[in-house]
């Protein structure tokens, strides 16, 4: 595990956008796999200038979400779709046939699932995860105590991300309780991760996703096993690991 702690939450995000940029100069035709949430915000606004400043090219790009809310319309604005619409995919050259999102409206969900896992496979399995984490130590919406074998699947949400995610929503009953999720599985075959983390929230989270012994209780502590992750924590998100030693770890910071 790399880890870099960064100054701020822009900071971060500079550093992740560039991170995602190396990947596609190098390959331009990269697989990625892409996460929601508002820790990742910033990074997509970074990547747009850099697709427009410097004409970061994306149309061999293909992608894959992490997620869906089961029961959202895409054009629903807490829905994943429309998030990585809004935010991300209609400001940049990427191919609308080379996006994937989990279909939250699929009347057959198993199916659903096993065919994303499929497409996965034929564009030849993931390039470069980017992950946020939630404060119960999840990673896409594989909540505590999963089974780090699953593939794509239906989760159930747990209450403590229904309460976090509440924000969102006009109130907690709109939230919807089961989403469409890549499994741990899923999320380990890719060949680079990199985890985003920002605020004192997740502190503790990401303290025990590295520092603690790899359970399902902290679903991110999986990816201790995993032979390229990169973490760029914000300083807040890090207040728990500056203190903390371990040889495993490379604690850099991005910008000094
Ligand atoms: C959400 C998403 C995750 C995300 C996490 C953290 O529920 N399913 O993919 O990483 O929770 O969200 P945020 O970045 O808003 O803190």
């Known amino acids: 595990?790399?880890?870099?702690?960064?100054?701020?939450?822009e900071d971060m995000s500079a550093n992740a956008a560039r991170m995602v940029a190396g990947q596609l100069y190098l390959k331009p035709n990269s697989v990625l796999g892409l996460a929601t949430g508002s820790t990742p915000l910033n990074m997509y606004q970074e990547l747009i200038k850099i697709h427009h400043e410097v004409s970061l090219d994306f149309s061999e790009v293909v992608t894959f979400n992490l997620d869906e809310y089961l029961g959202l319309k895409p054009e629903d604005e807490n829905s994943y779709h429309f998030y990585m619409f809004q935010n991300f995919f209609k400001h940049i050259n990427i191919q609308r046939n080379n996006i994937y999102i989990p279909n939250g409206l699929a009347q057959n969900i198993p199916a659903e699932c096993q065919d994303y896992e499929r497409k996965i496979q034929e564009q030849g399995?993931?390039?470069l995860q980017v992950l946020g984490i939630g404060v119960n130590g999840h990673i896409g919406f594989n909540e505590p105590d999963i089974n780090f074998e699953a593939v794509t699947h239906k989760v159930k949400l747990d209450e403590?991300?229904?309460?976090?995610n509440a924000r969102f929503f006009a109130n907690i009953e709109e939230v919807p309780r089961y989403a469409i999720s890549m499994g741990i599985k899923t999320i380990m075959n890719a060949k680079k991760i990199l985890l985003l983390a920002n605020g004192v929230s997740k502190a503790e989270a990401l303290y025990r996703t590295i520092y603690k012994g790899i359970t399902p209780e902290t679903p991110a502590s999986i990816l201790q096993l995993h032979p390229d992750v990169t973490i760029i924590a914000e300083e807040g998100a890090a207040k728990l690991l500056r203190s903390a030693t371990h040889?495993?770890?490379?604690?850099?910071?991005?910008s000094e």
């Not at 790399?2 to 939450?9: F, G, H, L, N, Q």
Request: without cysteine; neutral net charge; aromatic residues 8%.
């Open 125 to 127: 399995g993931i390039d």
């Open 160 to 164: 403590e991300t229904i309460n976090v």
């Open 247 to 254: 040889d495993r770890t490379n604690l850099g910071f991005a």
């Open 1 to 9: 595990m790399r880890i870099v702690i960064a100054k701020s939450y």
